[in-house]
């Protein structure tokens, strides 16, 4: 990744949201610390704004933890938005080869929890949806709004950068 992409993310910023979802996660009472069972909401819209349900479903989307050690990927998205709809579905998709490697931040910007608070602060910057990567040593790998593939289903960039989070 160019430094473009984490441009904004810099100095002391980055590391105090780095040490929030550190200690966030060694506070959490969830036994996941991060969103878990991924799975879409039904009925989205992928060629239009028309779904009224936030895309992303699981358990524990409300927390903002990641383990030590372990990558983070993050999502920030709302409902009434195709393009939120079509990275969310390339994120689910992936969610099987990841769970257990990766921790999943999920964060309807509409209505962040308050745990979510400070990550919305440190990495959105009004666009949805917007995704960010953190290495398991915590270093940004990616920040960027937007999709991450022009084609529906794609998920082979999204796919390259969490293996670079992980490591393998």
């Not at 780095?18 to 966030?24: G, K």
């Not at 989205?44 to 990558?71: C, K, M, N, Q, V």
Request: contains cysteine; aromatic residues 8%; neutral net charge.
């Amino acid at each position: 990744m160019s430094s473009a992409g984490a441009r904004s993310i810099r100095g002391p910023s980055l590391w105090l949201a780095v040490a929030l979802v550190a200690a966030h996660g060694a506070a959490s009472s969830s036994p996941a610390g991060a969103a878990d069972d991924l799975h879409l909401a039904p009925g989205l819209s992928f060629t239009d704004d028309s779904s009224d349900s936030f895309p992303i479903r699981g358990e524990h989307l409300e927390d903002a933890a990641s383990r030590p050690e372990r990558a983070t990927v993050m999502f920030f998205g709302a409902s009434h938005c195709w393009n939120t709809n079509r990275e969310a579905e390339r994120l689910v998709a992936l969610y099987p080869k990841y769970r257990g490697r990766v921790s999943f931040i999920v964060v309807d910007v509409n209505h962040p929890s308050a745990s979510q608070r400070a990550l919305l602060n440190t990495y959105y910057r009004g666009s949805i949806p917007t995704l960010v990567i953190l290495a398991r040593d915590g270093a940004l790998l990616y920040a960027q709004p937007g999709e991450t593939a022009r084609t529906r289903g794609d998920t082979r960039a999204l796919d390259s950068l969490m293996t670079r989070a992980v490591g393998d």
